[in-house]
């Protein structure tokens, strides 16, 4: 079964999640988010 990953062919994005665990803005639900202003996503969404 393919994968639909949306991070770079040879990144498994360990780097950016420490990172948004570091600096990220914790939400009322305790994950953390942080926008790194890289396109992620099919439709533009931003990371």
Excluded at 5 to 15: A, K, P, R
Excluded at 22 to 39: A, S
């Amino acid at each position: 079964m393919a994968s639909k990953s949306q991070w770079i062919t040879g990144e498994n994005g360990v780097d950016e999640t420490q990172e948004t665990w570091q600096n990220g803005t914790e939400l009322p639900d305790e994950t953390r988010v942080r926008d790194t202003g890289k396109v992620v996503g099919q439709n533009g969404e931003t990371e």
